[in-house]
Structure formats: C-alpha cells, structure tokens
C-alpha cells in the first residue's frame, strides 16, 4: 500500500516526501513539473536513501489518473498540487480554477472511484481573509479575497460537502501560515521560477546577489514597528505536521481542519535582523508603499493540532533563516534545474 502524494516535486511536497519515506511509508509522486523539477526527488532520493514511483502527469489528464490508480494499490492522497501565486491569481482567475478546481475535482472522483477515501489537502491561512482578531483560531470566519484562495475555500467546501454524502472519508484539512526554511542538508529547498513574491526568498536572493534591496511593503501598519506580521514556520515542522495528519486519517474516519503555524508572529523588520544576525549578511533594504491586498497581522492558535494530533512546530526562527540560507548558498542560479526540459523524467528515483 501507497501513499499518493500529488505536487510532490515541489517546495512542500519534497520535504514531506522526505519525513514519510523516514516513517517508513511506499511512496507514489504526481508532478506535472509546472512549478518544479525532477532533481528535486532525486535528491530526496540521495537524502533518504529510499526509492519512490513518479508520474510526471497532469491532474486534469484523465488517462494518466487513472493510470496511477489502476496500476497502484493507494492508501491514501496527499493533495498538494496546485498553483499559488496570488497575484497571478488576480490576473489569470480562469487558470488558476482550471487547475485548482478542475485538477482537484479530478482527483477526487478517481479516489471516490478507486475507494481511496484518505486525504490530506492541502490549504492555506489565507481563506481567514483579514482575521479580527489574532490569534486565528479554525473557526474564525472565513473570507477569501483572490482567485487563489478562492480555490482554497472551495475545496474545503466540496470536502465538506463531499464528507456530508460519505461518511467512511477521512479527511484533514491542512491551513498553512507562512512556511519557510529547508532541509538541514541544504539539498533541497524553495525554488521559485521568477523573482520572488515571498519575504524569505526574496531576502536570499538579496543575501547572494542575486536582486540588489528587498521593499519593505508598508512600515506604516498597526504592528510593533509598523512592518507585516506573519506566522513563519519552518518547512521541515510543516512536513512532519502532514506526517501526523496522515496517521490521524490512516487511524480513524471523519472531517478536521487544522492550523499550521508556530503561534507566534515576527514582523517583516525582525525577520530582516534575525536573517543578518544569524547568517551573518546584511540585507540591503527601503520602505516602500504596502502590496495591496496585504493584511497587518496573522498568526495562528495551533492548540487543536497540538491537541489532536500531537503536532506542533519546534524550530526556531532562527533555524529557518539558517537553513533557507544553507539551501540558497549551496545552490545557485539554476543548479537544481538540471533535467528540467533535456532529460527523460524517469519512472523511479
Ligand atoms: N514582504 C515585504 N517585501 C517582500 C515580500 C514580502 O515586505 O518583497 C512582506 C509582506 O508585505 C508581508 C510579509 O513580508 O508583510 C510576508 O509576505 P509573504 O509574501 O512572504 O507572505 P504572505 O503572508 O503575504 O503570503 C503567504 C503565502 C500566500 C498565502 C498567504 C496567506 O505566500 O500564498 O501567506 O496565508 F495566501
């Protein structure tokens, strides 16, 4: 028995890949590669040392479904394939719920098909919109306001509704806050096509030369100095909390969301000097004006994971900026893009 993990070349995907393979879990990997590489798992490979089966196959093409679930004896999906730029989002809607929604619908039917009614989905702190109050707690109300998020809450909707028709699903439903860091081995980390729009990339590609300033959008917000505050969690604590959701939904069936934060907020001006503090660096940096549809403040209240699935994060602010910049250094401009378009995506790493 398998577990499916869908945009599992990726950020995310990659680091939960490794902390499953360490659990001992057979491993099927579906990459449509849009937003990533194929020498990202081979260095999971090199990593773990374990071996794992990969599609490099679309969501929305029905033939390569259903050919991972008729050739594969599946226990349960991770959900992570999706795209995630916001902006983007605002630009391209019609794009973004092709592949969101249409991608993710997909999916479910070939699990509802197949009896597979294990899942881990994937979302994101973001369908709490512009939260009252902090800390955000998963019942606080929810509002998406980009295209992006939307597909998030919509998703979170058909599961619910989809629980609603059958009770024998077991679903979790996974609200990220702001991950970040990488692999202590510095093999394997965020990799973003184009310039950055998140903090933490964008800082590192300032530390290496990369990009000249970092803006700082906005010192001018009701928050200790005027600067965002974000709930950053280092990506190997994300990884181990969808380790922990799995064995929750491998155990039991029914319906349960849970926030993924540290609890803690850290604005853009203390993330700036944790970076140049412990890496060493300066981060050359101005302010500028705010990036519209940005909030002050969001941080999470993670106690129902802690509670339910004895998960919470343990690594410092100070680690993640440390392994974000072991990642960075060790791996220059295109270094692990190799394979990308030249090479043959093989079937097992
Ligand atoms: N920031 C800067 N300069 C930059 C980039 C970011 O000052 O160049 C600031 C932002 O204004 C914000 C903070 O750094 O205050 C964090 O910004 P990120 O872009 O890193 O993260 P966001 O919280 O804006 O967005 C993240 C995810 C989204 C998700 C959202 C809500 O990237 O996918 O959290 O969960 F929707």
Redesign the pocket.
Same mark, same amino acid.
């Given at each position: 028995m398998s577990i499916l993990v869908t945009g599992g070349a990726g950020y995310i995907g990659s680091h939960t890949i490794i902390e499953l393979l360490n659990a001992g879990y057979e491993i099927i990997v579906l990459d449509n590669f849009s937003n990533s590489y194929p020498e990202s798992l081979k260095r999971v490979h090199e990593i773990t040392g374990r071996d794992m089966k990969v599609y490099a196959i679309n969501l929305l093409e029905k033939d390569g479904l259903e050919e991972v679930f008729s050739e594969n004896k599946i226990q349960a999906v991770i959900h992570l394939a999706g795209m %995630?730029?916001?902006g983007e989002s605002v630009e391209k809607p019609l794009k973004y719920y092709q592949n969101n929604l249409s991608g993710t619908l997909a999916l479910f039917q070939a699990m509802q098909k197949y009896s597979v009614k294990k899942l881990v989905f994937s979302s994101?702190?973001?369908v709490y919109g512009t939260p009252k109050t902090v800390p955000i707690k998963e019942d606080f109300p929810l509002k998406a306001t980009n295209p992006?998020?939307r597909t998030k809450l919509m998703v979170e909707e058909i599961l619910h509704d989809l629980y609603q028709s059958d009770n024998d699903w077991s679903i979790s439903i996974l609200r990220? *806050?702001?991950p970040i860091g990488a692999h202590p081995s510095g093999m394997i980390g965020e990799d973003p096509a184009d310039i950055?729009?998140?903090?933490?990339p964008?800082i590192t590609k300032v530390a290496v030369g990369e990009l000249d300033e970092? %803006?700082? *959008? &906005?010192a001018d917000y009701p928050t200790k100095d005027g600067? &965002?505050? /974000?709930d950053y969690i280092h990506v190997v604590d994300l990884a181990l909390g969808h380790v922990k959701a799995l064995e929750w939904n491998l155990s039991t069936t029914g319906l349960h969301t849970y926030n993924l934060g540290t609890g803690k907020g850290y604005s853009?001006m203390e993330?700036i000097q944790a970076f140049e503090k412990t890496c060493g660096i300066k981060i050359p940096h101005s302010i500028s004006k /705010? /990036?519209p549809g940005?909030?002050a403040i969001?941080f999470a209240d993670p106690a129902k994971a802690e509670k339910e699935l004895n998960w919470s994060a343990s690594r410092s602010i100070e680690e993640m900026c440390v392994d974000s910049w072991r990642w960075q250094s060790n791996n220059r401009v295109g270094d692990n893009k190799k394979g990308k378009k030249d090479e043959e995506i093989e079937a097992t790493f």
């Open positions: %995630k730029a916001v994101s702190a973001t992006y998020g990220y *806050f702001n950055p729009n998140n903090l933490v964008y970092l %803006k700082v *959008f &906005g600067t &965002g505050v /974000r853009v993330i /705010r /990036r940005d909030i969001s």
